[in-house]
């Protein structure tokens, strides 16, 4: 947290009630990482007795760069969202902003049937599991890491559209694990690979978006 020193903080808390802990998590997750240009730099979930899920993100306010944390403990029964940045004002409108969405998207997604749910919480996984990609890839991860990413995001995205029309993304995803099958895995992908692999991340994204507005 070095790099933050020098910076405003701000945070905002939001206690919730009904919805289980870790869709919160991936609903805040969701709020934050839905938009452009914002990239996971750290995640840590826990879950023993009681689930506690951290994630900090990189992102830019006005072409400033800023870091978003966001927090969600079961114990406390609260989501806080804590942003660093330069200017204090923006940082609170951002965050009032994502905290606002996050509220909406608990909302609704308590007015779901049970399946719907389930649809949207697989979807919200998937979603994570792109943005892992990508900061594994930055980190240069072993490819065995991005494989199982990969394999499970594409699972939860065939659960989520289960009965709908085929998916586009369900496609791409087999053919890029039949594509890095043959590779080392415990070594990082070869840069160019690694590079079209993290561009095809970011349309997944859209597009698993785009499934998880269609409930939300």
């Given at each position: 947290m070095n790099?933050?020193?020098?910076?405003?903080?701000?945070?905002?808390?939001?206690?919730?009630?009904?919805?289980?802990?870790?869709?919160?998590?991936?609903?805040?997750?969701?709020?934050?990482?839905?938009?452009?240009?914002v990239l996971l730099a750290d995640h840590s979930?826990?879950?023993?007795?009681?689930?506690?899920?951290?994630?900090?993100?990189t992102a830019k306010i006005d072409q400033k760069p800023i870091k978003i944390k966001?927090?969600?403990?079961?114990?406390?029964?609260?989501?806080?969202?804590t942003g660093w940045g330069e200017d204090e004002v923006a940082l609170g409108t951002y965050l009032d902003g994502a905290m606002d969405a996050l509220k909406k998207s608990s909302d609704k997604y308590l007015s779901l049937a049970d399946e719907e749910k389930q649809k949207i919480r697989r979807a919200l996984i998937a979603k994570t599991c792109w943005d892992r990609i990508i900061h594994k890839i930055l980190n240069k991860a072993p490819l065995s890491d991005i494989y199982f990413q990969l394999a499970h995001g594409r699972e939860?995205?065939?659960?989520?559209?289960?009965?709908?029309?085929?998916?586009?993304?369900?496609?791409?995803?087999?053919?890029?694990?039949?594509?890095?099958?043959?590779?080392?895995?415990?070594?990082?992908?070869?840069?160019?690979?690694?590079?079209?692999?993290?561009?095809?991340?970011?349309?997944?994204k859209r597009g698993t978006q785009e499934v998880i507005q269609n409930f939300l």
């Open positions: 790099e933050l020193e020098g910076n405003v903080k701000v945070s905002r808390t939001h206690e919730y009630e009904k919805t289980d802990p870790v869709t919160v998590f991936k609903l805040a997750w969701y709020a934050i990482a839905s938009k452009p240009g979930e826990a879950e023993s007795q009681s689930f506690k899920g951290e994630a900090m993100f966001v927090d969600v403990d079961e114990e406390q029964g609260s989501v806080e969202m939860m995205m065939i659960k989520a559209t289960e009965g709908d029309e085929l998916n586009p993304i369900t496609l791409t995803t087999s053919g890029w694990l039949s594509r890095i099958e043959p590779l080392p895995k415990d070594e990082a992908p070869p840069a160019g690979l690694a590079t079209e692999l993290a561009k095809k991340c970011i349309e997944w």
